[in-house]
Protein backbone atom coordinates (compact mmCIF):
# COMPACT_ATOMS: atom_id res chain seq x y z
CA UNK A 1 0.00 0.00 0.00
CA UNK A 2 2.72 2.38 1.29
CA UNK A 3 5.58 2.39 -1.92
CA UNK A 4 8.90 3.24 -1.16
CA UNK A 5 11.16 4.33 -3.25
CA UNK A 6 15.42 4.22 -3.11
CA UNK A 7 16.15 7.60 -3.91
CA UNK A 8 19.43 9.20 -3.52
CA UNK A 9 20.59 9.30 0.37
CA UNK A 10 20.69 12.73 1.87
CA UNK A 11 23.64 12.43 4.26
CA UNK A 12 23.08 14.77 7.61
CA UNK A 13 26.49 13.83 8.89
CA UNK A 14 27.83 17.33 8.30
CA UNK A 15 25.14 19.37 9.98
CA UNK A 16 26.81 20.48 12.90
CA UNK A 17 24.85 23.84 12.60
CA UNK A 18 21.06 23.94 14.24
CA UNK A 19 19.57 23.70 11.04
CA UNK A 20 18.73 20.96 8.63
CA UNK A 21 16.47 20.04 6.42
CA UNK A 22 14.09 16.72 6.01
CA UNK A 23 13.76 15.55 2.12
CA UNK A 24 10.45 15.30 1.07
CA UNK A 25 9.79 13.05 -2.12
CA UNK A 26 6.49 12.85 -4.01
CA UNK A 27 5.96 9.43 -5.63
CA UNK A 28 3.63 10.25 -8.03
CA UNK A 29 5.58 12.74 -9.78
CA UNK A 30 9.14 12.58 -8.20
CA UNK A 31 9.20 16.06 -7.20
CA UNK A 32 11.44 16.65 -4.23
CA UNK A 33 11.05 19.43 -1.57
CA UNK A 34 13.11 20.04 2.03
CA UNK A 35 11.17 20.86 4.92
CA UNK A 36 13.64 23.16 7.56
CA UNK A 37 14.61 21.11 10.78
CA UNK A 38 15.40 22.25 14.34
CA UNK A 39 17.70 19.69 15.85
CA UNK A 40 18.69 19.68 19.09
CA UNK A 41 20.44 16.85 21.44
CA UNK A 42 17.33 15.72 22.11
CA UNK A 43 14.81 15.55 19.23
CA UNK A 44 13.96 17.37 16.14
CA UNK A 45 11.48 19.52 15.13
CA UNK A 46 10.17 20.08 11.81
CA UNK A 47 9.04 23.78 10.61
CA UNK A 48 5.38 24.09 10.70
CA UNK A 49 5.38 26.95 7.64
CA UNK A 50 7.23 24.51 5.47
CA UNK A 51 5.32 21.52 6.28
CA UNK A 52 1.80 23.75 5.01
CA UNK A 53 3.92 25.16 1.99
CA UNK A 54 5.01 21.12 0.68
CA UNK A 55 1.85 19.69 2.00
CA UNK A 56 -1.49 21.46 1.78
CA UNK A 57 -2.81 23.70 -1.26
CA UNK A 58 -4.13 26.41 1.67
CA UNK A 59 -2.10 28.73 3.45
CA UNK A 60 -2.33 28.68 6.82
CA UNK A 61 -2.99 30.82 9.51
CA UNK A 62 -0.91 32.90 11.89
CA UNK A 63 -1.07 34.34 15.16
CA UNK A 64 2.53 35.35 15.61
CA UNK A 65 1.84 37.63 18.72
CA UNK A 66 0.07 34.20 20.25
CA UNK A 67 2.61 31.88 18.46
CA UNK A 68 -0.45 29.87 17.13
CA UNK A 69 -1.09 28.56 14.00
CA UNK A 70 -3.90 26.64 12.16
CA UNK A 71 -3.03 24.57 8.99
CA UNK A 72 -5.53 23.19 6.26
CA UNK A 73 -5.97 19.86 4.65
CA UNK A 74 -9.12 20.19 2.49
CA UNK A 75 -11.78 20.61 5.11
CA UNK A 76 -9.74 19.35 8.26
CA UNK A 77 -8.22 21.77 10.19
CA UNK A 78 -5.43 21.62 12.79
CA UNK A 79 -4.37 24.24 15.34
CA UNK A 80 -1.09 24.09 16.96
CA UNK A 81 0.42 26.56 19.75
CA UNK A 82 4.33 27.12 20.59
CA UNK A 83 5.19 25.46 24.04
CA UNK A 84 2.24 23.19 23.91
CA UNK A 85 1.98 19.59 23.54
CA UNK A 86 -1.12 19.42 22.36
CA UNK A 87 -2.63 19.16 18.26
CA UNK A 88 -6.38 20.02 17.26
CA UNK A 89 -7.48 17.99 14.57
CA UNK A 90 -11.08 19.38 14.23
CA UNK A 91 -11.31 19.93 17.84
CA UNK A 92 -10.10 16.41 18.56
CA UNK A 93 -6.86 16.27 20.38
CA UNK A 94 -3.54 14.36 20.51
CA UNK A 95 -0.89 14.56 22.25
CA UNK A 96 2.69 14.77 21.33
CA UNK A 97 5.26 13.69 24.02
CA UNK A 98 7.21 16.98 23.92
CA UNK A 99 5.94 20.42 23.24
CA UNK A 100 6.25 22.13 20.07
CA UNK A 101 9.09 25.45 20.01
CA UNK A 102 9.39 28.69 17.72
CA UNK A 103 11.82 31.23 17.11
CA UNK A 104 9.71 34.08 16.59
CA UNK A 105 8.67 33.62 13.35
CA UNK A 106 7.55 30.22 12.75
CA UNK A 107 6.60 27.18 15.00
CA UNK A 108 8.49 24.04 14.89
CA UNK A 109 6.43 20.83 16.29
CA UNK A 110 8.83 17.56 17.34
CA UNK A 111 8.94 15.72 13.74
CA UNK A 112 8.29 11.75 14.24
CA UNK A 113 5.02 13.02 16.79
CA UNK A 114 3.61 15.57 14.61
CA UNK A 115 4.25 12.88 11.04
CA UNK A 116 2.24 10.26 13.19
CA UNK A 117 -0.61 12.26 13.72
CA UNK A 118 -0.64 13.51 10.06
CA UNK A 119 -0.76 10.03 9.03
CA UNK A 120 -3.14 8.90 11.21
CA UNK A 121 -5.49 11.64 10.20
CA UNK A 122 -5.41 13.88 7.17
CA UNK A 123 -2.41 12.15 5.00
CA UNK A 124 -2.47 8.21 5.10
CA UNK A 125 -0.11 8.20 2.24
CA UNK A 126 2.98 9.69 4.14
CA UNK A 127 5.70 7.31 5.71
CA UNK A 128 8.58 9.05 7.32
CA UNK A 129 11.85 7.50 7.80
CA UNK A 130 14.03 8.82 10.83
CA UNK A 131 17.23 7.85 10.38
CA UNK A 132 17.37 9.17 6.11
CA UNK A 133 15.38 11.96 7.24
CA UNK A 134 13.15 11.29 4.64
CA UNK A 135 9.16 11.73 3.95
CA UNK A 136 7.26 9.44 1.16
CA UNK A 137 4.51 10.91 0.23
CA UNK A 138 1.97 8.36 -1.78
CA UNK A 139 -1.51 9.15 -2.80
CA UNK A 140 -3.32 6.57 -0.80
CA UNK A 141 -6.99 7.09 -0.81
CA UNK A 142 -9.05 5.89 2.34
CA UNK A 143 -10.95 2.80 1.95
CA UNK A 144 -12.59 3.29 4.93
CA UNK A 145 -14.54 6.54 3.95
CA UNK A 146 -17.83 7.57 6.53
CA UNK A 147 -20.12 6.21 8.74
CA UNK A 148 -24.01 6.36 9.43
CA UNK A 149 -25.70 5.44 12.66
CA UNK A 150 -29.23 4.32 12.13
CA UNK A 151 -31.61 4.00 15.00
CA UNK A 152 -34.33 1.20 15.05
CA UNK A 153 -36.45 0.14 17.67
CA UNK A 154 -34.55 -3.23 18.70
CA UNK A 155 -31.37 -1.76 17.88
CA UNK A 156 -28.68 0.27 16.09
CA UNK A 157 -27.22 -0.39 12.67
CA UNK A 158 -23.71 1.07 11.69
CA UNK A 159 -22.81 1.41 8.17
CA UNK A 160 -19.12 2.26 7.87
CA UNK A 161 -18.88 2.74 4.19
CA UNK A 162 -15.65 1.83 2.28
CA UNK A 163 -14.45 1.94 -1.15
CA UNK A 164 -13.58 -1.76 -1.45
CA UNK A 165 -14.60 -5.20 -0.44
CA UNK A 166 -12.45 -6.73 2.54
CA UNK A 167 -11.61 -10.44 2.79
CA UNK A 168 -14.15 -11.06 5.54
CA UNK A 169 -11.26 -12.40 7.78
CA UNK A 170 -10.03 -9.16 8.19
CA UNK A 171 -12.57 -7.79 9.90
CA UNK A 172 -12.98 -8.26 13.49
CA UNK A 173 -15.34 -6.84 16.37
CA UNK A 174 -15.77 -7.88 20.06
CA UNK A 175 -17.91 -5.98 22.80
CA UNK A 176 -15.50 -5.23 25.64
CA UNK A 177 -17.02 -5.24 28.96
CA UNK A 178 -15.59 -1.95 29.43
CA UNK A 179 -18.55 -0.57 27.56
CA UNK A 180 -16.83 -0.55 24.11
CA UNK A 181 -17.48 -2.17 20.87
CA UNK A 182 -14.40 -2.42 18.84
CA UNK A 183 -14.31 -2.82 14.98
CA UNK A 184 -10.64 -3.60 13.44
CA UNK A 185 -10.10 -4.25 9.57
CA UNK A 186 -6.99 -5.49 8.46
CA UNK A 187 -5.15 -3.01 5.67
CA UNK A 188 -8.21 -0.42 6.55
CA UNK A 189 -7.12 3.06 5.91
CA UNK A 190 -9.66 4.97 7.77
CA UNK A 191 -10.91 8.84 7.49
CA UNK A 192 -10.50 9.32 10.72
CA UNK A 193 -11.48 13.32 11.07
CA UNK A 194 -14.49 12.24 8.91
CA UNK A 195 -15.89 9.52 11.39
CA UNK A 196 -14.90 11.14 14.47
CA UNK A 197 -17.26 13.73 13.23
CA UNK A 198 -20.19 11.47 12.75
CA UNK A 199 -23.43 12.18 14.95
CA UNK A 200 -24.09 9.91 17.27
CA UNK A 201 -27.39 8.09 18.21
CA UNK A 202 -28.97 5.00 19.57
CA UNK A 203 -26.96 3.00 21.48
CA UNK A 204 -23.47 4.87 20.21
CA UNK A 205 -22.16 7.32 22.86
CA UNK A 206 -19.17 8.44 21.18
CA UNK A 207 -16.82 7.26 18.20
CA UNK A 208 -13.27 7.27 17.41
CA UNK A 209 -11.23 5.88 14.63
CA UNK A 210 -7.71 5.58 14.98
CA UNK A 211 -5.44 4.80 12.31
CA UNK A 212 -2.71 2.01 12.53
CA UNK A 213 0.29 0.61 10.82
CA UNK A 214 -1.33 -2.06 8.90
CA UNK A 215 -5.00 -1.48 10.32
CA UNK A 216 -7.51 0.41 11.00
CA UNK A 217 -10.63 0.58 14.19
CA UNK A 218 -12.95 2.38 15.08
CA UNK A 219 -14.05 2.00 18.12
CA UNK A 220 -17.68 2.59 19.68
CA UNK A 221 -18.62 3.83 23.72
CA UNK A 222 -22.68 2.35 24.06
CA UNK A 223 -25.03 3.94 25.72
CA UNK A 224 -26.33 0.66 26.86
CA UNK A 225 -25.67 -2.78 27.21
CA UNK A 226 -26.30 -5.21 23.49
CA UNK A 227 -27.97 -8.31 23.43
CA UNK A 228 -25.78 -9.27 20.30
CA UNK A 229 -24.15 -8.10 17.11
CA UNK A 230 -23.93 -9.58 13.38
CA UNK A 231 -21.41 -7.81 10.83
CA UNK A 232 -21.43 -8.20 7.19
CA UNK A 233 -20.80 -6.63 4.39
CA UNK A 234 -22.44 -4.89 1.49
CA UNK A 235 -22.36 -4.05 -2.13
CA UNK A 236 -23.67 -0.81 -3.62
CA UNK A 237 -22.74 1.03 -1.58
CA UNK A 238 -19.68 -0.65 -0.24
CA UNK A 239 -20.18 -0.77 2.87
CA UNK A 240 -19.40 -2.85 6.60
CA UNK A 241 -22.47 -3.29 8.34
CA UNK A 242 -22.57 -3.68 11.99
CA UNK A 243 -25.64 -4.76 13.87
CA UNK A 244 -25.89 -3.52 16.97
CA UNK A 245 -29.10 -5.73 19.01
CA UNK A 246 -30.91 -3.99 22.05
CA UNK A 247 -33.80 -5.11 23.96
CA UNK A 248 -36.99 -4.01 22.09
CA UNK A 249 -37.71 0.13 22.94
CA UNK A 250 -40.74 0.21 24.36
CA UNK A 251 -40.75 3.32 24.92
CA UNK A 252 -39.80 4.46 21.20
CA UNK A 253 -42.53 1.84 19.81
CA UNK A 254 -44.83 4.47 22.52
CA UNK A 255 -43.73 7.76 21.62
CA UNK A 256 -44.28 6.48 18.02
CA UNK A 257 -47.68 5.89 18.64
CA UNK A 258 -48.53 8.74 20.56
CA UNK A 259 -47.07 10.79 18.13
CA UNK A 260 -49.28 9.33 15.40
CA UNK A 261 -52.70 9.39 17.62
CA UNK A 262 -51.05 13.24 18.05
CA UNK A 263 -50.42 14.48 14.63
CA UNK A 264 -53.26 16.24 13.12
CA UNK A 265 -53.11 14.72 9.84
CA UNK A 266 -56.83 14.48 9.29
CA UNK A 267 -59.61 16.85 9.78
CA UNK A 268 -63.41 15.97 9.68
CA UNK A 269 -65.71 18.04 8.60
CA UNK A 270 -69.24 17.97 8.98
CA UNK A 271 -71.84 19.79 6.96
CA UNK A 272 -75.37 20.11 9.04
CA UNK A 273 -78.41 18.76 7.92
CA UNK A 274 -78.66 17.65 4.36
CA UNK A 275 -81.56 15.99 2.57
CA UNK A 276 -84.71 15.60 3.88
CA UNK A 277 -83.86 17.15 6.72
CA UNK A 278 -83.30 20.44 5.57
CA UNK A 279 -82.10 22.11 8.96
CA UNK A 280 -83.14 25.64 10.07
CA UNK A 281 -84.78 27.98 7.22
CA UNK A 282 -84.29 31.63 7.49
CA UNK A 283 -87.23 34.40 6.49
CA UNK A 284 -86.57 35.17 3.25
CA UNK A 285 -86.07 31.21 2.13
CA UNK A 286 -82.38 30.36 2.99
CA UNK A 287 -81.59 27.21 4.12
CA UNK A 288 -79.18 25.96 6.53
CA UNK A 289 -78.35 22.78 4.82
CA UNK A 290 -77.28 24.45 1.98
CA UNK A 291 -75.43 27.25 3.61
CA UNK A 292 -73.29 24.72 5.83
CA UNK A 293 -72.34 22.89 3.22
CA UNK A 294 -71.10 25.52 0.99
CA UNK A 295 -68.86 26.63 3.96
CA UNK A 296 -67.98 23.33 4.78
CA UNK A 297 -66.28 23.03 1.17
CA UNK A 298 -65.19 26.65 1.16
CA UNK A 299 -63.27 25.09 4.45
CA UNK A 300 -62.11 22.06 3.08
CA UNK A 301 -60.98 23.13 -0.12
CA UNK A 302 -58.62 25.64 2.01
CA UNK A 303 -57.40 22.54 4.10
CA UNK A 304 -56.58 20.97 1.30
CA UNK A 305 -54.95 23.86 -1.12
CA UNK A 306 -52.70 25.15 2.02
CA UNK A 307 -52.15 22.45 3.75
CA UNK A 308 -51.18 18.72 3.93
CA UNK A 309 -54.11 18.00 6.11
CA UNK A 310 -56.29 14.78 4.86
CA UNK A 311 -59.83 16.23 4.61
CA UNK A 312 -63.09 13.76 5.60
CA UNK A 313 -66.31 14.90 4.58
CA UNK A 314 -69.42 13.21 6.52
CA UNK A 315 -71.13 14.91 3.41
CA UNK A 316 -70.55 16.16 -0.15
CA UNK A 317 -74.26 16.47 -1.68
CA UNK A 318 -77.30 17.77 -0.32
CA UNK A 319 -78.02 13.85 1.07
CA UNK A 320 -79.36 12.73 4.22
CA UNK A 321 -76.88 11.20 6.44
CA UNK A 322 -78.14 9.73 10.24
CA UNK A 323 -75.62 11.19 12.80
CA UNK A 324 -74.89 7.98 13.88
CA UNK A 325 -72.57 7.71 10.30
CA UNK A 326 -71.15 10.87 10.73
CA UNK A 327 -69.24 9.98 13.60
CA UNK A 328 -68.84 6.54 12.48
CA UNK A 329 -67.20 8.18 9.72
CA UNK A 330 -64.89 9.74 11.51
CA UNK A 331 -63.70 7.39 13.66
CA UNK A 332 -63.22 4.93 10.83
CA UNK A 333 -61.43 7.48 9.10
CA UNK A 334 -59.03 8.05 12.27
CA UNK A 335 -59.37 11.87 12.19
CA UNK A 336 -57.83 13.78 14.52
CA UNK A 337 -60.58 16.77 14.90
CA UNK A 338 -63.75 16.87 14.29
CA UNK A 339 -66.15 19.81 13.10
CA UNK A 340 -69.81 20.25 12.55
CA UNK A 341 -70.94 23.32 10.75
CA UNK A 342 -74.25 24.68 11.73
CA UNK A 343 -76.80 27.68 11.72
CA UNK A 344 -79.02 28.64 14.26
CA UNK A 345 -82.71 29.93 14.56
CA UNK A 346 -84.00 31.55 17.20
CA UNK A 347 -87.46 32.98 18.16
CA UNK A 348 -86.17 35.72 19.22
CA UNK A 349 -85.59 37.38 15.82
CA UNK A 350 -82.73 39.87 17.56
CA UNK A 351 -80.61 37.45 18.44
CA UNK A 352 -77.23 37.21 15.98
CA UNK A 353 -74.00 36.44 15.88
CA UNK A 354 -71.55 32.83 15.63
CA UNK A 355 -70.91 30.32 18.82
CA UNK A 356 -69.07 27.51 19.06
CA UNK A 357 -70.17 24.51 21.02
CA UNK A 358 -68.77 21.70 23.54
CA UNK A 359 -70.62 18.44 23.85
CA UNK A 360 -71.85 18.62 27.75
CA UNK A 361 -74.85 18.59 29.07
CA UNK A 362 -77.19 22.12 28.15
CA UNK A 363 -76.85 24.27 31.16
CA UNK A 364 -79.08 27.36 30.07
CA UNK A 365 -82.95 26.71 28.69
CA UNK A 366 -81.25 27.94 25.33
CA UNK A 367 -78.81 25.40 25.58
CA UNK A 368 -81.42 21.98 25.94
CA UNK A 369 -83.72 24.04 23.27
CA UNK A 370 -80.90 24.38 20.55
CA UNK A 371 -79.65 20.95 21.29
CA UNK A 372 -83.44 19.42 21.28
CA UNK A 373 -83.40 20.87 17.93
CA UNK A 374 -80.14 19.97 16.80
CA UNK A 375 -81.12 16.18 17.31
CA UNK A 376 -84.53 16.31 16.38
CA UNK A 377 -83.18 15.05 13.12
CA UNK A 378 -83.01 11.67 14.72
CA UNK A 379 -86.89 11.36 14.32
CA UNK A 380 -86.16 11.70 10.90
CA UNK A 381 -83.60 8.27 10.44
CA UNK A 382 -85.81 5.35 9.24
CA UNK A 383 -84.29 2.57 10.59
CA UNK A 384 -82.26 3.95 13.77
CA UNK A 385 -83.84 1.45 16.43
CA UNK A 386 -81.62 1.75 19.53
CA UNK A 387 -78.67 3.39 18.07
CA UNK A 388 -78.87 5.83 20.18
CA UNK A 389 -80.89 4.34 22.72
CA UNK A 390 -82.18 6.91 25.30
CA UNK A 391 -79.66 9.63 24.98
CA UNK A 392 -80.92 11.81 28.18
CA UNK A 393 -80.32 11.77 31.41
CA UNK A 394 -77.95 9.48 33.34
CA UNK A 395 -76.73 8.23 29.34
CA UNK A 396 -76.38 11.53 28.22
CA UNK A 397 -74.15 11.60 31.04
CA UNK A 398 -72.10 8.67 30.66
CA UNK A 399 -71.82 9.78 26.87
CA UNK A 400 -70.24 13.11 27.57
CA UNK A 401 -67.86 11.46 30.18
CA UNK A 402 -66.12 9.66 27.88
CA UNK A 403 -66.13 12.92 25.72
CA UNK A 404 -64.08 14.55 28.42
CA UNK A 405 -60.84 13.31 27.67
CA UNK A 406 -60.80 15.10 24.78
CA UNK A 407 -62.77 18.23 26.24
CA UNK A 408 -59.64 20.10 26.98
CA UNK A 409 -58.52 20.11 23.53
CA UNK A 410 -62.03 20.32 22.16
CA UNK A 411 -62.08 23.61 24.00
CA UNK A 412 -59.00 25.02 22.94
CA UNK A 413 -60.34 24.23 19.17
CA UNK A 414 -63.30 26.16 20.19
CA UNK A 415 -61.65 29.05 21.63
CA UNK A 416 -59.45 29.81 18.87
CA UNK A 417 -62.19 29.18 16.08
CA UNK A 418 -64.37 32.08 17.92
CA UNK A 419 -61.40 34.20 18.05
CA UNK A 420 -60.43 33.62 14.60
CA UNK A 421 -63.87 34.26 13.53
CA UNK A 422 -64.40 37.48 16.10
CA UNK A 423 -61.51 38.54 13.68
CA UNK A 424 -62.80 38.31 10.57
CA UNK A 425 -67.05 38.92 11.03
CA UNK A 426 -69.13 41.64 11.38
CA UNK A 427 -71.34 40.14 13.72
CA UNK A 428 -71.47 39.39 17.39
CA UNK A 429 -69.32 36.54 19.24
CA UNK A 430 -71.35 34.55 21.17
CA UNK A 431 -68.52 32.72 22.63
CA UNK A 432 -68.16 28.94 23.77
CA UNK A 433 -70.66 27.12 25.02
CA UNK A 434 -71.68 23.91 25.82
CA UNK A 435 -74.87 22.03 24.62
CA UNK A 436 -76.01 17.45 24.21
CA UNK A 437 -75.18 17.40 20.55
CA UNK A 438 -76.11 13.98 19.49
CA UNK A 439 -73.75 14.53 16.62
CA UNK A 440 -70.93 14.71 18.86
CA UNK A 441 -71.33 11.91 20.86
CA UNK A 442 -69.12 9.09 20.03
CA UNK A 443 -66.82 11.21 17.94
CA UNK A 444 -63.48 9.55 19.43
CA UNK A 445 -61.13 12.97 19.14
CA UNK A 446 -61.79 16.46 20.00
CA UNK A 447 -64.99 17.88 18.42
CA UNK A 448 -66.93 20.74 18.05
CA UNK A 449 -69.76 21.82 16.76
CA UNK A 450 -69.95 25.41 15.41
CA UNK A 451 -73.27 27.32 14.56
CA UNK A 452 -71.72 30.36 12.26
CA UNK A 453 -74.92 32.57 12.34
CA UNK A 454 -78.78 32.81 13.11
CA UNK A 455 -80.86 32.75 10.04
CA UNK A 456 -83.70 33.52 12.12
CA UNK A 457 -81.87 37.07 12.59
CA UNK A 458 -82.37 39.21 9.33
CA UNK A 459 -79.33 40.74 9.10
CA UNK A 460 -77.46 37.50 9.82
CA UNK A 461 -79.56 36.04 7.56
CA UNK A 462 -78.21 38.70 4.46
CA UNK A 463 -74.70 38.00 5.73
CA UNK A 464 -74.97 34.35 5.26
CA UNK A 465 -76.49 34.33 1.81
CA UNK A 466 -73.10 36.26 0.78
CA UNK A 467 -70.41 34.09 -0.71
CA UNK A 468 -67.64 36.59 0.36
CA UNK A 469 -69.12 36.35 4.24
CA UNK A 470 -69.52 32.73 3.67
CA UNK A 471 -65.77 32.49 2.60
CA UNK A 472 -64.96 34.58 5.50
CA UNK A 473 -66.28 32.01 7.77
CA UNK A 474 -63.98 28.98 6.01
CA UNK A 475 -60.96 31.49 6.71
CA UNK A 476 -61.72 31.61 10.11
CA UNK A 477 -62.28 28.12 10.66
CA UNK A 478 -59.04 27.45 8.64
CA UNK A 479 -56.97 29.66 10.57
CA UNK A 480 -57.83 27.95 14.13
CA UNK A 481 -57.20 24.78 12.60
CA UNK A 482 -54.20 25.80 11.30
CA UNK A 483 -53.23 27.31 14.77
CA UNK A 484 -54.50 24.38 16.37
CA UNK A 485 -52.36 21.86 14.89
CA UNK A 486 -49.02 24.02 15.44
CA UNK A 487 -49.75 24.15 19.17
CA UNK A 488 -49.95 20.64 19.24
CA UNK A 489 -46.86 20.52 17.25
CA UNK A 490 -44.93 22.63 19.30
CA UNK A 491 -45.83 19.97 21.95
CA UNK A 492 -45.04 17.01 19.73
CA UNK A 493 -41.45 18.52 19.71
CA UNK A 494 -41.19 19.38 23.71
CA UNK A 495 -42.59 15.85 24.19
ZN1 LIG B 1 -78.11 22.63 12.47
Same mark, same amino acid.
Not at 66 to 82: A, E, H, N, P, Q
Not at 339 to 344: E, L, R
Given at each position: ??????????????C???????L???? &??????? *????????????????L????????????????????????????????????????? !???????????? &??????? &????N??????L???????????????????N??????????????????T???????H? @?????????????V????????R???????? !???????????????????L??????????QS?D??????????????????????????? *??????D??????????VG???A???????????????L??????I?? !???????????????????????????????????????????????????????????? @?????????????G?????????????????? @??????? +???A??????????????N???????????I?????????????? @????? +?????? /? /?????????????? &??????????? /???
Amino acid at each position: MFKCYKTILFSFLTCTHLSAAILVVNS &VDQKENE *LQVLDNAKASYVSTTDLSKVLTSRLPYMNKERMKMVLYFSDTRIKISSNSSYVLVDEV !VYHMPVPAKDNG &VDIFLPT &VPIFNILKQTVLPGITYDAIKQRLDIDVVEFNITNLGIEQKANGTILSIYTRERFYDGHI @SSFEHDNGWFYLTVQDGIVDTTRINKAETRG !VIAKVTANQFAESAQISFRLRSEIIGHEVFQSPDPNAIVVTLRTPFDKSAERIRALRDRWQ *LDTVVLDAGHGGKDGGTVGKSGAKEKNIVLDITKRLGLLLEKKTNINV !VYTREEDVFIPLWKRTQKANESNGKIFVSIHANSNPNRTARGFETYLLNQGKSDDAIELA @SRENAVIKLEEHSGNKYKDLTGENLIMATMAQ @SMFMKES +EELAALIQSELGNRLDSRNRGVKQAGFVVLIGASMPNVLIETGFL @SNPSD +EKRLKQ /A /AYRQQIAEGIFSAI &VKFRSVREELL /AEG
